[in-house]
């Protein structure tokens, strides 16, 4: 196994490090495309069984709708085309041939599509296309639906899970009557992705909205949940958007109201992708590897036998197997390497690597001594005592495991949030500590670029409840009525 | 509601009916695409989940490769590429760029990319691309991955589920250290598909092999289960390919033996597909609409009240809800209808055509008799009983609808596979009573080309466990040693 680059000494080769030796994900050989490895699309199995849980406590169905979305529907809302435009994979031709010249194949020049598709950036347009002929009445109303997918955004600078050409995500596409229950939507599926974040990922987020610059291409308003990583930058986790009747008006879907009235339909979408799977990464890992929240780990428990003899072996192997399934009818996710193709002291350096919550040993004195020796892989202690105690504990454990990483992180993001009442101090808290910086912004597009320009700082957002206070901006001295949390950001 | 065509007058049409009312899937207005709506996604998520348990228990992982191959990589394996190249979507542009007429948005030429993408029809080839820096030893096989995706195969004549340009499917691609653990692997993904056709769909199945003629592009060969549908077609429901070291030596992945030396890698690949919706529907649906086996179901039980009075409805509506409640204790997907926008006669044509398993309906007289309507979907017997011993009867009820579909479709399907011994017999019998033609062939792809050419059948198979027998082609009277299945299929 090749050493993990330490955090301090270079934290985005730390990042990849982890990626690759865990056995998350890779760099395939088509550029911007990842392949994710079996382990990684097993903790992305994790998550989407919660996601999709809590999507349909909350009412929503899933739906499937083309890979494809015709070029002239992308245009149909101007501020939509004009945000994905640049970054679209485009459907030329339907068939290939052999290559005149005898060397493998070509493009059939003959099988030109008469209007070029586009690789789903994202699917409004195609979903509210097909919500047309659905939506007749307010007895369609609302119509809550999400989808699990790929999609395609022509990334120039990729990195694994953070930002890849080739993504997985969900998208939920809903439709109201009323603009209240639009933005009630919203709300909801944000609070939605905030518990998640916090619950099952132990990855505490902030709750906000986005500035006008930075809403998705198309909204009305961008509510957002923004993570802090290890190195202080801020990650954006998961976005809800409320989009008016934007895309019911460029595509016509109207429908008959209660009162007899024709309304154009009030709409929101909301999406989070495998960038989840980096954020967990940086929220809380460690220069020996992956450390995971035990509510996502595939594995939570793994169990090591250690031996000399084949006496020994058999016994050990025996035990531990036992265990592994006891553990497994009581729902822990558990398993017994037994495997003697690989020395223990190796299988403990791979379970560390990656993130396996708990390990347990035994060896022929625990088996004598009805002991076993326990390994907390996100505070690396180790002890040892009874097996018996130590089988009832272990639910116990997991759950302290998992309640202590969300503690921890939470930890670092509120001594993370500074406020920074001077142009000078502002840059100064940026450069030597990173996090979120509080400051006052005049709230002009103009002075947000120049900010960005001068500091590699955006505005991640601004709080919902934030509270009014009267401030100078940070940059421009013009009067401000709140902070908002600036950040460098993934 | 429209009604649905009846089977005799119109079959392709009644198909249709179904799958658009019964709200399964509609066309999109991309061409070939389809959109598989909320009720036909939930019914393929209980297939997935199915498949997905039975791929775990046989020791598969899920992983996700690149949506996008290069060109280049199809070219590699000379069968494969002649496969598929004439239905590829074609990724020529990455970028669009507002049209300097200024209408609207137009493919940036500059943005062409060095060499094209497909769009994937199939994974082999990124994926043995891939295994390439995953498979360096013994110690590395086998090696059992499983993707579920969407691939594009550019269709020109699409059928909702049946043929389409992009489907939802699963496709698994092992790696072996010998020849005959790989034969083992594809004969082991054959059993469990025909043991989900079997036990989920109630749909029984031939497992067979191909000819060399409809064996997949860079298969060494192809095994497959055909089902029958109730217009007396076949229909393919699911490959496992046997790919020999094809794609190992396209791709060069070799591994270093036990012994030292360094060896070729031996593949399998395998999958079903939104197909399989098809299929389900053209098995056990009727004229009244869909008919779905209780496994499958997503909804198992619906509950109507009736009523007259305000009084009855809130007696009869708290009664649904409470026998709704008890059976999703119980582990039954019941749901109680209580919506007062629609009549109860409104509600039982509904949960007919959606092939609700069972409905049970509660009127006030049933209120005060401790009574229930039942109605079984499926034979469409209805009966007034205790509702006590309902209850406890309603699993074994299931159980016995999801029997009784498998021994409908059996019979169906063991009556109608027919000898023919002369042209005549066989012609006839694909004429008059569809189904299969069990008959000599003498093993030629001209002689298969030409029976397909004159009378519209293909060898659906050869079936596994084939009987020997001497006979004479049904075509050319050329000496053949077994009978082999034909069909006309879709």
Redesign the interface.
């Known amino acids: 196994m090749d050493k993990i680059t330490a955090r301090a000494e270079n934290f985005a080769q730390w990042y990849q490090d982890i990626v690759q030796q865990a056995g998350l994900a ?1 760099h ?3 550029r911007g ?6 382990y990684g ?2 903790i992305w ?1 994790k998550m989407q069984q919660q996601l999709d849980r809590m999507f349909k406590e909350t009412g929503h ?15 149909r809302e101007a501020a939509h ?1 004009e945000g994905f ?14 290559d005149p010249s005898g060397q ?2 070509v ?1 059939d020049p003959e099988a030109r599509l008469e209007e ?4 789903r950036p994202t699917s409004e347009t ?1 979903i509210w ?2 919500y047309k002929s659905w939506i007749k009445s307010w ?1 369609d109303l609302p119509l809550l ?1 999400n989808q699990w ?2 999609v ?1 955004r ?1 990334e120039m600078r990729t990195r694994l899970f953070l930002r890849t050409a ?1 993504f ?1 995500w969900q998208e939920g596409h809903t439709a109201h009557a009323t603009r209240d229950e639009a933005i009630e939507e919203a709300e909801k599926m944000l609070d939605v992705y905030a518990r998640f974040a916090e619950e099952w990922m132990a990855m505490p987020v902030i709750r906000g909205f986005k500035t006008a610059h930075e809403r998705f291409a198309g909204a009305e308003e961008t509510y957002c949940i923004e993570a802090l990583m290890q190195d202080g930058k801020a990650l954006q986790a998961g976005t809800s958007h409320f989009l008016g009747q934007n895309f019911a008006k460029a595509f016509d879907v109207r429908f008959a109201a209660k009162d007899g009235s024709l309304q154009y339909v009030w709409a929101t979408s909301w999406g989070v992708s495998t960038r989840l799977m980096g954020a967990l990464v940086l929220t809380h890992s460690d220069d020996n590897g992956l450390v995971l929240p035990p509510r996502l780990a595939p594995l939570q428990v793994v169990l090591v036998p250690i031996y000399r003899s084949e006496e020994e072996q058999a016994a050990t192997c025996a035990r531990v197997q036992e265990i592994a399934d006891t553990l497994n009818q009581a729902g822990i996710r558990a398993k017994a390497d037994v495997r003697d ?1 690989q020395k223990p002291g190796w299988k403990f350096s791979e379970y560390e690597m990656r993130g396996v919550p708990l390990r347990l040993a035994i060896g022929p004195r625990d088996l004598e001594q009805g002991t076993v020796e326990i390994a907390r892989r996100d505070t690396r202690e180790k002890w040892v005592q009874p097996l018996e105690k130590a089988l009832e504990q272990i639910p116990a454990i997991l759950e302290s495991i998992q309640a202590q990483l969300l503690l921890s992180a939470r930890q670092r993001l509120e001594t993370n949030i500074r406020p920074a009442d001077t142009w000078e101090d502002f840059v100064a808290l940026l450069d030597t500590r990173g996090g979120f910086v509080a400051a006052h912004w005049d709230g002009t597009t103009e002075t947000e670029l120049r900010i960005k320009e001068l500091s590699k700082a955006t505005i991640r957002c601004i709080p919902l409840h934030n509270p009014s206070e009267n401030g100078k901006c940070v940059l421009t001295g013009r009067p401000s009525k709140q902070r908002v949390l600036f950040a460098r950001a993934y």
């Not at 435009?85 to 052999?98: D, F, G, I, P, W």
């Not at 070029?116 to 690789?119: G, H, R, S, Y």
């Open positions: 890779e395939s050989d088509v495309c990842m392949v994710i490895k079996p699309y097993a199995e169905e899933n739906a499937y709708f083309p890979l494809f979305i015709p070029k002239s529907f992308l245009s085309v435009a640049k970054e679209c994979a485009v459907v030329t031709h339907y068939r290939l041939k052999n493998g194949v493009v070029e598709l586009i690789v195609i296309n097909t007895r639906i997918a790929n395609v022509w080739e997985l193709t």
